[in-house]
T-cell receptor
Framework: GAVVSQHPSWVICKSGTSVKIECRSLDFQATTMFWYRQFPKQSLMLMATSNEGSKATYEQGVEKDKFLINHASLTLSTLTVTSAHPEDSSFYIC???????????FGPGTRLTVT | QKEVEQDPGPLSVPEGAIVSLNCTYS??????FMWYRQYSRKGPELLMYTYSSGNKEDGRFTAQVDKSSKYISLFIRDSQPSDSATYLC?????????????FGTGTLLAVQP
């Protein structure tokens, strides 16, 4: 099946700093990628839909100025958590949609810990 | 009320048992139903994908969708310790690039050898 990678897999940062997470589709082009967040023992919650070459669409309650999304190419979307706080500590997962198979493929996730 | 309800478990069964995992939902617009398996500290992987009502079988796994009751199930036959993971149901109203998934909370399954 198609492969989606995320980098880094685990990051620890200090409160107030910014962190960038990359999501790459390795063997297919993805015009659409999705960013999810998963808190411990909770479900995955969609944060935003990232479309190549256009602005991301954010879900209600997600601050677009805090979670900056850039989808500059057909194989790369980035999520930047700006001015991170401990409550932003979570598991961030991206998915990429493959138009040839009509399936979404999940990345392995990035665990963010803000101290 | 959450759009998708799933019993978080944990569910502990002996090896070889038949496992039944379930989700209920409230949005009648959901047409696409999926089950994902997630190992600890890993991203989810797709197990089963069903469109509309009916049954789908793949090896030891069977997915059932009852749209009239807004109820979906995943059955695992001859469960193995390697099946121990969190199982997430997910659903969406549309396919393709607008496939925004709504997830259940996940059920933690432990298969005891």
């Amino acid at each position: 099946g198609a492969v989606v990678s995320q980098h880094p897999s685990w990051v620890i940062c200090k409160s107030g700093t910014s962190v960038k997470i990359e999501c790459r589709s390795l063997d297919f082009q993805a015009t659409t990628m999705f960013w999810y967040r998963q808190f411990p023992k909770q479900s995955l919650m969609l944060m935003a839909t990232s479309n190549e070459g256009s602005k991301a669409t954010y879900e209600q309650g997600v601050e677009k100025d805090k979670f900056l999304i850039n989808h500059a190419s057909l194989t790369l979307s980035t999520l930047t958590v700006t001015s991170a706080h401990p409550e932003d500590s979570s598991f961030y997962i991206c998915t990429a949609w493959d138009s040839t198979t009509n399936e979404q493929y999940f990345g392995p996730g990035t665990r963010l810990t803000v101290t | 009320q959450k759009e998708v309800e799933q019993d978080p478990g944990p569910l502990s069964v002996p090896e070889g048992a038949i496992v039944s995992l379930n989700c209920t939902y409230s949005n009648s617009a959901f047409q696409y139903f999926m089950w994902y398996r997630q190992y600890s500290r890993k991203g989810p992987e797709l197990l089963m994908y069903t469109y509309s009502s009916g049954n789908k079988e793949d090896g030891r796994f069977t997915a059932q969708v009852d749209k009239s009751s807004k109820y979906i199930s995943l059955f695992i036959r001859d469960s193995q310790p390697s099946d121990s993971a969190t199982y997430l149901c997910a659903m969406s109203a549309s396919g393709g690039a607008t496939n925004k998934l709504i997830f259940g909370t996940g059920t933690l399954l432990a298969v005891q050898p």
